[in-house]
């Protein structure tokens, strides 16, 4: 036999790996059996995720861990913070704004019916007047609203 | 006259501090009873026998909000400059839809204001025929009007128009039909009755 022949088949023979391999490399990946305290490892089947559930949860906790820091955290809250106050300004100028405008709108309604009733009476007056007296008479209320 | 001598012995120290002090609100008292604010909520029982009813309650700090939202050009910038000193406007106007759902009894708690000082009859016109009052009152400080009330009471309708502060009724009588608002037609008499049917 050769002497190459020989050395492939020693290097390629079977060997049985070490009892705790399993259970190494588990706790190395953070996925220890909870049963790992007596040395039994849980089924590697039921146990070992895939490796896409793996690549979600590694994302997962590293953004889970970065939103915890203390910067973020404090970024996040003023951010919000922003938010909230910005919003109630708005909601106030809204409804200041809709208060001006029903304002403005009693306001037309007031003065048309002051103006309005004011004019009817003044008109009555002078009617009365001009029906009593043709003679461009004055009377104390015609001097009167004419002064005024 | 043992009693009065021991009623002022036992007299309250702070009884002339306490008369000083009524001495110094009455102006202030007599000032508030310038004041050309109308009592008017009698007249709200009214609210619920009238077809339709107009109420403007626009006090001092609404005013200004108000004229922020007048714009800068014709009508509005009248209304500006008319309500730019007013203290305040205040309406109520009820539509009935028969007559006698008012009498003269609802109105004469305001016509009694009315009687008291600073207070002057402009204008009082009733027509017996068409049982109409028109009155306009003022009120007058050193020569300037600070207060407008208008009664415009016909047989299905009243209308109690308030204005405290000064205004100018020559600007305030040009601005019937504009702002915005249609000509309200107030003088709806028809001209064939336009006849010698009133009397002062």
Redesign the interface.
Known sequence: MKPLEDDLREALRRKEPPPDLAERVLARIGHISPTGQTGQVSSPAASRPTPSEAVKTSTWSRLRSWLWRPGVRWALATAACCVLIAAVVVARQRA?RA???A??E????????????????????R??ER??NPAPAETK?TR??ER? | MTTRTTTLKHRPWFLPLAQLALLALLPAATARGQDARLQIKNLEKLADKAAEVVEVTLDKPMLELASKFLKDEDDDAEARELIKDMKGIYVKSFEFDKEGEYSDADIEPILAQLKGPGWSKLVDVRSKRDRETDAVYIMELDGKIVGLAVIAAEPKELTIVNIVGPIDLDKLSKLEGHLGVPHLDLDRKPAKEARHDSEK
């Open positions: 200041q208060r001006a405008e304002a403005r009693q306001l037309e309604v007031a003065l048309q019916l002051a103006s309005g009733k004011l004019n009817r009476a003044f008109r009555e007056v009617r009365v029906i009593e209320a009167r609203t005024l």
